[in-house]
Structure formats: structure tokens, C-alpha cells
């Protein structure tokens, strides 16, 4: 009798080891991932082992060990939609500066204003500056036709001169050009911008 009880403890003792060790095997609470996505076929597929690599760009979702969704990694974003993040950022960026610059429409018609009276000053001073030339140069042309009309040659230091001034006469009219071309890029600009504040100071009231 004593023999059958120490065997019913050892029994006893074996199954508690038993259930130890299934404890520390799977902890409680402990759970098995899955992951479930969409194959070239447009079939769903669910895997424990993962998400072969040629599909994680199309996204896919982390399952618990009861089928429920933990986890959603979404599809990585395509060309298109990455140019047009770009876009918007450089837009709100832009937009940004534009309501540091200006708190109201009249800013900006200040600002132009301010830019083309600028520019309008510029070319003003390049157009006496080209008219003072051609007069010089005409008193020059003059002289060198005396020259010629006495049949003597035209002395270098002259054509020297006149060539100077046919050079500086082109310089200052491709200034005075560029200074027309600014002022329409000017005014080109301070209308988008202007019309971007209305609508941003519109948009925010």
C-alpha cells in the first residue's frame, strides 16, 4: 500500500513537471502573426512565414492568431502619387512665404508698385544714357566725314571711338530690353501672387 502511494505521488509530481514545461513552451498570452495579402493573381493569401518581398510594396495586413487585423502596412506610393506630395509641399511652402511677405491684397500692390517704378527708373536712366551716346556718336560720324570728304583717311583714335560707342550703344539698348522684359515678368507675377493671397486670406476668414 505504502509502494502504490509513493507511485501515485511521483505521478503526480511527473504531471506538474509536464505542465511547467508546456507553460514555459507557449507563455500565456503569447501569439502566432499572420500575414495576409494579395498575390499576382488578385488572390488573398494568408502566411505565417511573412510577405515575400515582391509584394510588401502593394501593402498587406498583420493578423493576430485569431484572424484579427493588429496591423495595416500601407501599399508604398506610387510615382505619381510621390511627384504630387512633392508638388503640394513646394505649394504650402510657397504659400507660406507668401503670408509672411503680405497680410493683405494692398501689400502686394505696394510691392509691385515699388518694383516697377524701380525698374521703370532704371531704364529711364539707360535711355538718357543711349540718347547722350547717339548724339556723341553723330558729332563723331560727322568729323569723320569731313575727313573723308578731304580726302584724308578717318584717323584711327576716331573709328576707335565710334566703334566704342556702337558697342556701348548696343549694350545699353539689350539693358533697356531687359529691363522691359523684367517688368513684364513683374507684373506677370505680382497678378499670381496676388490673386494667391486673395484666395489664402479668403480661405482663412
Do not use: C
Request: proline share 3%.
Amino acid at each position: 500500500m505504502a509502494e502504490q502511494g509513493t507511485l501515485r505521488v511521483l505521478i503526480g509530481l511527473l504531471g506538474v513537471m509536464l505542465a511547467g514545461h508546456a507553460l514555459a513552451v507557449e507563455p500565456k498570452g503569447s501569439s502566432v502573426e499572420m500575414y495576409r495579402y494579395v498575390d499576382e493573381k488578385g488572390g488573398i493569401v494568408i502566411d505565417r512565414q511573412g510577405v515575400p518581398s515582391e509584394y510588401i510594396g502593394k501593402g498587406y495586413e498583420v493578423l493576430n492568431d485569431q484572424g484579427r487585423v493588429i496591423r495595416v502596412v500601407p501599399p508604398a506610393p506610387t510615382a505619381a502619387e510621390i511627384q504630387q506630395r512633392k508638388a503640394d509641399a513646394a505649394r504650402a511652402s510657397s504659400d507660406a512665404q507668401l503670408l509672411r511677405l503680405y497680410t493683405s491684397v494692398s501689400d502686394v500692390d505696394l510691392a509691385r508698385d515699388r518694383k516697377l517704378t524701380e525698374l521703370d527708373a532704371l531704364s529711364s536712366v539707360s535711355k538718357g544714357n543711349l540718347q547722350a551716346l547717339k548724339s556723341q556718336q553723330a558729332t563723331l560720324q560727322a568729323r569723320a566725314a569731313d575727313q573723308e570728304r578731304a580726302g584724308r583717311q578717318v584717323p584711327a583714335e576716331l573709328e576707335a571711338q565710334l566703334s566704342n560707342l556702337r558697342d556701348e550703344q548696343k549694350r545699353l539698348e539689350q539693358d533697356i530690353g531687359r529691363y522691359q522684359q523684367l517688368r513684364e515678368q513683374a507684373v506677370a507675377s505680382f497678378a499670381a501672387d496676388r490673386a494667391r493671397v486673395a484666395q489664402l486670406l479668403g480661405a482663412s476668414h
